[in-house]
Nanobody, 118 residues
Framework: QVQLVESGGGLVQPGGSLRLSCAAS????????MGWHLQAPGKQREWVAG???????NYADSVKGRFTISRDNAKNTAYLQMNSLKPEDTAVYYC????????????WGQGTQVTVSS
């Protein structure tokens, strides 16, 4: 059982930056692959970025070169650094944790709102 809590969202101007955090508790953080997804109003949730147990990262084409996912296993926390933000980045951002070893498990946070507007 894993509990995830996102923070760091808010209102920023186009071209600005935000750093989202995902704090995990209840289990061994290092056993999980971590990811960030977004959901814009009226649309389905979509994948943004992921970081595996070994630190390997992957990004959606729309955010490559602008966003950076990272993790700190000692702090049980994953991060999403968002730079050069665009209005189309506006969405609720969700953290998730996935365990692929042994019994498959997946958990989601409650989401944090990011609004990019002038």
């Amino acid at each position: 059982q894993v509990q995830l809590v996102e923070s760091g969202g808010g209102l920023v101007q186009p071209g600005g930056s935000l750093r989202l955090s995902c704090a995990a508790s209840g289990s061994s953080f290092s056993l999980y692959d971590m990811g960030w997804h977004l959901q814009a109003p009226g649309k389905q949730r979509e994948w943004v970025a992921g970081i595996n147990r070994d630190g390997t990262t992957n990004y959606a084409d729309s955010v490559k070169g602008r966003f950076t996912i990272s993790r700190d296993n000692a702090k049980n926390t994953a991060y999403l650094q968002m730079n050069s933000l665009k209005p189309e980045d506006t969405a609720v951002y969700y953290c998730n944790a996935v365990k692929r070893l042994g019994k498959f498990s997946q958990y989601w946070g409650q989401g944090t709102q990011v609004t990019v507007s002038s």
